[in-house]
């Protein structure tokens, strides 16, 4: 298999002796990256996870409601070819589509998930102030919540990485985005649920055992390596 310099740096990042220093250190160290050619993705886990998807969604809104959504507000330069979102935080009980709602059962079954209960996410969303009809705390809400995301999905970024785990109460909201996501047919979603787990992602802080972030490191670097139309080798030397 052939290792990307994109996958690497992905991983090179994520170490915390590279992370504050490096976009100096990597152009001090000849790497060149090119969102035009290599790619360019969101991402971001947990509530970086909800920020990937809503700036996604709002890129693409219907045109009646993207003018007041990015009103004063810089346009990318370049096209997002993909967004990673890994346990993300994208609807509450109360806005999800009517549709989608029998999805909606890790808020009861997983609310009392040891890294993430149920009672925190009410407080942080209401500490927060979210207009959680709001496209910016949801892209589900791009079209009222109805589903409905023709538009959405002909100009949506077409890949989306999602990881979940299935012992959190997030669990069911990056399954209710995948589906929101499929339902027009024109974005290429992959899901990888992480089995006996709870909120977690491959992230700086170590939060979890050696052998789940190793776990984590592998589906995250894989996703990544899917996103950009790359292969991974997970042996390769230099991979943290």
Not at 44 to 72: D, M, R
Not at 210 to 237: C, F, I, Q, S, Y
Request: proline share 7%; net charge negative.
């Amino acid at each position: 298999m052939l290792t990307d310099v994109y996958v690497q740096v992905s991983a090179w990042i994520s170490d915390v002796d590279n992370l504050y220093n490096a976009l100096p250190a990597l152009k001090q160290s000849g790497v060149v990256t090119d969102p035009i050619k290599g790619g360019f993705l969101r991402n971001g886990p947990s509530a970086g996870g909800n920020i990937a998807a809503v700036i996604a969604g709002t890129l693409v809104a219907p045109p009646e409601k993207q003018e007041a959504l990015l009103a004063g507000l810089p346009r990318f330069k370049a096209h997002l070819t993909g967004v990673f979102a890994a346990v993300p935080l994208l609807t509450t009980e109360e806005p999800v589509p009517e549709n989608y709602l029998p999805l909606m059962r890790c808020r009861k079954e997983n609310a009392d998930s040891p890294n993430l209960k149920r009672t925190v996410i009410h407080s942080m969303v209401a500490m927060y102030g979210a207009d959680v009809h709001s496209p910016w705390f949801t892209p589900l809400m791009l079209n009222d919540g109805t589903g409905e995301n023709v538009f959405v999905a002909a100009n949506h970024a077409p890949k989306v990485f999602l990881q979940v785990c299935s012992q959190e109460c997030l669990r069911d909201d990056g399954i209710i985005y995948r589906n929101w996501l499929r339902a027009a047919g024109n974005v290429d979603v992959r899901l990888v649920k992480m089995e006996g787990h709870g909120h977690s992602a491959w992230v700086t802080p170590v939060m979890t055992s050696p052998e789940h972030r190793e776990e984590l490191e592998k589906v995250t670097l894989e996703g990544m390596a899917w996103l950009l139309d790359k292969e991974w080798d997970g042996n390769t030397d230099g991979v943290y």
